[in-house]
């Protein structure tokens, strides 16, 4: 009966979709206070039963209801209860729902916590947001229904893929959902500014909390998918440029040069067409992954859907969004001329090129990940594009905005000057020479873009600082003075410095588990050992293990270092008892700056056992700079400025002019 209910609840959200998409729209438009009031209870009407829905099909999942189609699938009675909760989005069904969930909670938030907002200007975002969720829900109710009922029961389910049933892969979707269905909210904005005719620095107060909320949930579901990757797949990396992986990191890129876009749109009242632009087509690549995921072109184990009928209506879904979208900008793109004047050397054009940069790296990524696809569909054969690729046109794009992180921070508004700011960096660029010398020095040459990675992220890191200390004033004031001024540094300001370092700690992770990441493989009978660089292996025991819904080979192995022993790892070899499907859990060894990494292999039948060892340098940095972009991110969404709308002066100039 909960079932049944859950589904009529998706079918009433369907009717609410339609309301609330239709009459707050034609009200602002009308200037009828009443129509556009039904935007608020839509929304949070709506996001009352798609989360009825979400419980419904959660408690079907819970206890093991196997008249359901989606619990047959994906569960089993013996798979522990975190995967029984979390198997509800590894699927398509689930993951969609999940995916409305999350797009109707930014709706309600909006309706709730925007009572700042102009009142046409909320009404539409909430009419678009709503628009979004119709054509979802039309395409769950249609061909992806999560509730469709299996008769007769079966005695027990499929299980969930194994390489899903995992910490990580319990909260990377989730996270990343909040992320690129969060940009969702930044193109409502977008939309119903273009609408309305009028871009300002008030709208880009407003729209930057929401798109600063998903960036961070992005860039954490990114870093959290990348360390399950690590450590469940058993191959000693963290990043293939899979498409399924450029689906989420496309988004990313575009989001990131959305925020910085909308800093000029609020301080110089400039750059609002390119911002627009930018809200339009970072949502529109979030569309492009769901489109890759479902669709059934893309074979990952990130892939969902087979159906192509479900891959026709998703891109028509996309068509007609995006699509609408920039027609309606190509229209009213004439009316939104900024007012802010700036010279090519400023922060205006720091942030400018910054976003060019960012835009033509996530074009190279676009191309490396759909051109295979239109090759293979227009008959032109199949083609791979791997890092090659990647190395030889994302990276000289990346490394050239890196510098110019550096100095864009410490240029003034309008009229910057160059020569004042590299002078005041000097540190940054020795600290980024002397990084560059003793990693040749430490590694006796060394790869020429290894060099120039560590010396980027010297050069970031020590840039941060000087933007930092030149704020406060330190060196110049006293050091009371100057501890005084950063604790009154606005938080946004906080935020961005915290996020610059994390940035910058990632990249010395990235170029060291690039360029020294050693790995060796052989076939070890118990009591045998082997070596990698300074390191011993040796593999004391493996032995058969149950655990609650597979069986296992554990291994051991002790890790010595000059005779001493340095950590004994355990890394098992699973076979899941349903889907009879292996998988590897490697062990980890992890000192701060480097990881020894063991994974156990197939039996060769005589005893031996396949074995592959890596020593990972630098890598848990990776992460490391992942959680302070992320605690940056979190440092400035608290600023109160986001939570107060468009400064008072600013609303009494604009109150002025009208009267």
Known sequence: MIVELGHYALILAFLVAILQSTIPLVGAQRNNARWMAMAKPGALTLFALVGFAFASLMRAHILSDFSVRNVVENSHSLKPMLYKITGLWGNHEGSLLLWVLILVIYGASVALFGNRLPTRLKARALAVQAMIALGFLAFMLFTSDPFARVFPPPLDGNDLNPLLQDPGLAFHPPMLYLGYVGFSMAFSFAVAALIEGKVDAAWARWVRPWTLAAWIALTAGIGLGSWWAYYELGWGGWWYWDPVENASFMPWLL?????????????????????????????ALSLIGTFLVRSGVLTSVHAFAVDPARGIFILALLVLYVGGALVLFAW????????????????????????????????????????????????????????????ATFVPVILPMLLLMGVGPLLAWKRGDLSGALTRLWVAGLAALAIAALTWWLHRGGPILALVGMAAGGWLAVSVFVELATRIGLGRSSVGLSLRRLVQLPRGAIGMTVAHLGLAIAIFGITGAAAWKEEHVANLAVGQSLDLGAYEFRLDDAQRIDGVNYWAYRGQFTVSKNGAAVAVLHPERRLYWVQRMPTTEAAIHSNGLADLYAVLGDPDGKGGWTVRIYREPLVPLIWGGVLVMVLGGLVSLSDRRYRVGAPAQRRAAVAAARA
Request: hydrophobic share 50%; aromatic share 8%; with cysteine.
């Open 255 to 283: 989001g990131t040069a959305l925020l910085h876009s909308a800093i000029v749109v609020e301080k110089r009242d400039a750059l609002k067409a390119w911002c627009i632009l930018l809200s339009i087509l970072t949502f």
């Open 332 to 391: 009213r793109a004439p009316m939104l001329k900024g007012g802010g004047l700036f010279q090519p050397v400023s922060r205006e054009g720091a942030l400018l090129l910054n976003n060019l940069l960012l835009a033509t790296a996530c074009a190279t990524v676009f191309i490396g990940t759909l051109y295979p696809l239109f090759l293979d569909v227009t008959g032109g054969g199949a083609v791979s594009v791997g890092p090659p690729y990647y190395n």
